[in-house]
């Protein structure tokens, strides 16, 4: 698949040559996991991981900086946990591990807290966002892309691969990276946002002019996700909107915005080219046509994670299990990281 790149930092604390690049990413437990998701992040870092080092987080701390319900977040966790293990993320190729396990993110957030200036966070996008839909902003949503800078600089992570929407956030650990080495000499690699070129933003079903979005989940036909009912996923292709015309190109008209994310899905889930997913619909019959086969891909890449996730899901202690193995090897990267984060600032370290 085609990615691009974005950033040009040196990376100052750069593994040994031949070392392969090493991959973090995550993503928040809370809400319902989305085709937008799989397509955005998790399907790529599978396409990634044979030739990186990764890891991959469930990154529970950042869903409490909005309230959330005990019960229902342990058990989101857990169906994260194995929705990553049944899309095909590999706990012998992948470090796989949930953040609040591993102490040093917590840690070094606080330390990161204190060389980062509030100015940066007030002029984050998604918080700006998020904050201006609720009456009541927790001090953890303004912080919560220091609390990601942390994830990702503990790991001397070179790359990054989400979906557009963290752009900023990426870059932002890159300003966080480069002050702190600036103020207390070399210590982190300066991650590189990896946004691919087609997928990594996915319109809502029901309104192709908004990304397909945990928080509008609920709302009718505006998502699908793996855990879904076949049937109704097909339902929700059915009814998604489009235009009046009937030309199946991809196109930047926002007028043509449904098409083109149809088009997109199909594109990432088949890995064919732009042209060749033209060619598959150039005899189609208008955009029925094109709707039925969309849901029918998607449907047909989702039954095994469907299918493996439930599996996983019924063996909680395996899932665990599995968890305090990541856990442990994660902690063998983080803890030394902290560890000189706290002896460059001066703290007494024990
Ligand atoms: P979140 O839903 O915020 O937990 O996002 C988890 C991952 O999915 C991040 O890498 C996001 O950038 C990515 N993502 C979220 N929504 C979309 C979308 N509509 N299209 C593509 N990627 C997305
Ligand atoms: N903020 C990311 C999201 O909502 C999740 C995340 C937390 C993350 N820590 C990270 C992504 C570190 C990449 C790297 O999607």
Known sequence: META???????????????????????????????????????????????????????????????????????????????????????????????SHVTAHAEGCWLLNCVTPLGWLNKMTQYKDKSAKQESVLTGLLDYPVLMAADILLYDAQEVPTGEDQKQHIELARNIAERFNHLYGETFVVPEPVIAKVGARIMGLDNPLVKMSKSSSGVRGHSVGPLDDPAEIERSFKRAVTDPGNEIRFSDDPAKAGVNNLLSIYQVITGRSGEEVENDFANARGYGDLKKRVAEVVIEEFRPVR???ARLMADAAELDRLLARGAEQAAAVAMPKLREMKEKMGLIVP
């Open 307 to 309: 299918e493996g996730a």
């Open 5 to 99: 790149t974005a950033g040009t930092g040196d990376n100052v604390a750069a593994q040994p040559a031949g070392a392969r690049r090493r991959v973090f990413s995550g993503m928040q437990p809370s809400g319902e996991f989305h085709l937008g998701n799989y397509i955005g992040a998790l399907k790529r870092w599978v396409l990634g991981q044979e030739e990186k080092e990764n890891f991959f987080c469930v990154v529970d701390l950042h869903s409490l900086t909005v309230p959330q319900d005990p019960a229902e977040l342990r058990m989101r966790t857990r169906q994260l946990t194995a929705i990553y293990l049944a899309a095909g993320i590999h706990p012998d190729k992948s470090t796989l591990f949930v953040q």
